[in-house]
């Protein structure tokens, strides 16, 4: 441990989980290894020695971006481009309790389509999870659907997807979507919070194979996924009814979030969101009430949809075989 401390980096990857052998995705040039960490090629290798995942020949790897993206958020210099990237992607939870809670507008798109090179071979199959219609007070408006015969799977109810088959397949709409900040009456439940939130755990980006391991919470580590089976597991054992949901965040597009909703003891179905009360330790400013155990602070920019973690938002089932294309659009309208 001595050497660990000849460099911030190397600390901080004696605190992280890295990416295991069986998922390892050797997708970064050394040279770009060193740009997103901000650092010369000389602490690079001293990462290598210490334990940071590498293939190739010596001078000459590959990391996994994941591995790279992680040792930069947390790399606590504040020169990373990641730790800018991040802080610039999440600097409306700084925002006052207002105006996290205000209705906002935003435009929607969801696509998925066939990701062979070549196209598509007939009998291509789509499914497209929906926004929630009236969740949280929000509104699901003029929602379209391409291919135009998709569109007998779209009007409101309560289907949880939208299907259609072809090469691929466009769910567009209207979202308003509005905050709350109820108080947690159960104190069970605020327990539940306090002993997560002082767990000093770490948002780690995972692969998709990882993401909802809850058992990775009590190594000190979480995906949104895992952090919220985690915690719909120990409410469901003090009594609590819980249950994990999936959407998007207004922002976010690329990232589908993952929370928790639960029952309190009043009566009234509330949201925990457990990502951003891991976040919110690396946002300078971010609003406290984020981490505050006894608040069920639920943002206006969550968009739900009626599926738990472990669903897919989106697939694509072909002869081919590819992994699809998956694009989604989530941005405010002015």
């Given at each position: 441990?001595a050497?660990?401390?000849?460099?911030?980096?190397?600390r901080t990857?004696d605190g992280?989980l890295?990416?295991?052998?069986?998922?390892?995705?050797?997708d970064?040039?050394r040279a770009?290894?060193?740009?997103?960490?901000?650092?010369?090629?000389a602490?690079?290798?001293?990462?290598?020695?210490?334990?940071?995942?590498?293939t190739g020949e010596?001078?000459r790897e590959?990391?996994?971006?994941?591995?790279?993206f992680?040792?930069?958020?947390?790399?606590?210099?504040?020169r990373t481009?990641?730790e800018r990237?991040?802080?610039?992607?999440?600097?409306w939870?700084r925002?006052s309790?207002?105006d996290?809670i205000a209705?906002?507008m935003s435009?929607?798109e969801?696509?998925?389509?066939c990701g062979?090179?070549d196209?598509?071979?007939?009998?291509a199959?789509?499914?497209l999870?929906?926004?929630?219609?009236?969740?949280y007070?929000?509104?699901v408006?003029?929602?379209?659907a391409h291919?135009?015969?998709?569109a007998?799977?779209v009007p409101a109810g309560?289907?949880a997807?939208?299907r259609?088959?072809?090469?691929?397949?466009?769910?567009?709409?209207?979202l308003?979507?509005?905050?709350?900040c109820?108080v947690?009456?159960?104190?069970a439940?605020?327990?539940?919070?306090?002993e997560?939130?002082?767990a000093?755990?770490r948002?780690?980006?995972?692969?998709?194979a990882?993401?909802?391991?809850e058992?990775?919470?009590p190594?000190g580590f979480a995906?949104?996924g895992?952090?919220?089976?985690?915690?719909a597991?120990?409410c469901?054992?003090?009594?609590?009814?819980?249950?994990?949901r999936?959407?998007?965040v207004?922002g976010?597009?690329d990232?589908v979030h993952?929370w928790?909703e639960v029952e309190?003891?009043?009566?009234v179905t509330k949201?925990?969101?457990?990502?951003f009360v891991?976040l919110a330790?690396?946002i300078?400013?971010?609003?406290?009430m984020l981490?505050?155990p006894g608040?069920?602070?639920?943002?206006?920019r969550?968009?739900?949809?009626?599926l738990?973690?472990g669903?897919?938002?989106?697939s694509?089932?072909?002869a081919?075989?590819?992994?699809?294309?998956?694009?989604t659009?989530?941005v405010?309208?002015?």
């Open positions: 441990m050497r660990a401390a000849a460099h911030p980096l190397l990857l992280l890295v990416i295991p052998p069986e998922h390892h995705r050797p970064t040039p770009d290894a060193a740009v997103m960490l901000a650092c010369d090629q602490a690079l290798s001293d990462l290598v020695r210490h334990g940071l995942p590498a010596r001078g590959r990391f996994d971006s994941r591995d790279i992680n040792l930069a958020l947390y790399s606590g210099s504040g481009g990641i990237t991040v802080a610039s992607a999440l600097r939870t925002s309790c207002e996290l209705p906002r435009r929607f969801l696509r998925v389509s062979a090179p196209g598509c071979r007939p009998g199959r789509n499914t999870a929906r926004p929630r219609t009236g969740a007070g929000g509104r408006r003029h929602v379209r291919p135009a015969g998709a007998r799977n309560t289907a997807t939208a259609a088959s072809g090469p691929a397949l466009t769910l567009s709409a209207v308003r979507t509005v905050g709350d109820p947690l009456r159960s104190p439940l605020r327990a539940i919070l306090r997560f939130m002082g000093e755990l948002w780690l980006r995972l692969p998709e990882m993401r909802d391991d058992s990775l919470v190594r995906s949104c895992s952090a919220s089976r985690y915690i597991r120990l469901r054992e003090e009594g609590i009814p819980a249950r994990t999936i959407g998007w207004v976010l597009p990232l993952a928790v309190d003891d009043d009566g949201v925990i969101d457990p990502t891991l330790e690396v300078p400013g971010a609003n406290p981490r505050d608040l069920g602070f639920r943002t206006n969550l968009v739900p949809t009626a738990e973690v669903a897919a938002i989106a694509h089932t072909c081919a075989g590819h992994v699809p294309r998956v694009s659009t989530l405010p309208l002015r």
